[in-house]
Nanobody, 115 residues
Framework: QVHLVESGGGLVQPGGSLNLSCTASGTLFRFYTMGWYRRAPGKRRELVATTTIPSTINYADFAEGRFTISRDNNENTVNLQMNSLDVNDTAMYYC?????????WGQGTQVTVSS
């Protein structure tokens, strides 16, 4: 069974940084796309960033210039470096991976930006 586990969330002050990581286990195939999504309280889940083999990267407008997604294409791991965080970035952040068998979600890691 495929499992995606996120880590790196936490409480940070406005202007601070966090680095989220996601590692998959139980996979038979390499994910061709991995990405990050988030859901803020009372809002729908939205895309943050995705990376597709070999090198296509897509950012949401709010992430462009502040967040950086990266992965090892030989591994089913993906990171999200988040800088200049503000209160509007408070959300549960979810990792997603897609391979030939379907799409998979992690359980999420909470990011709270507050002074």
């Amino acid at each position: 069974q495929v499992h995606l586990v996120e880590s790196g969330g936490g409480l940070v002050q406005p202007g601070g940084s966090l680095n989220l990581s996601c590692t998959a286990s139980g996979t038979l195939f390499r994910f061709y796309t991995m990405g990050w999504y988030r859901r803020a309280p009372g809002k729908r889940r939205e895309l943050v960033a995705t990376t597709t083999i070999p090198s296509t990267i897509n950012y949401a407008d709010f992430a462009e210039g502040r967040f950086t997604i990266s992965r090892d294409n030989n591994e089913n791991t993906v990171n999200l470096q988040m800088n200049s965080l503000d209160v509007n970035d408070t959300a549960m952040y979810y990792c997603r991976g897609l391979d030939r068998t379907g799409g998979y979600w992690g359980q999420g890691t909470q990011v709270t930006v507050s002074s």
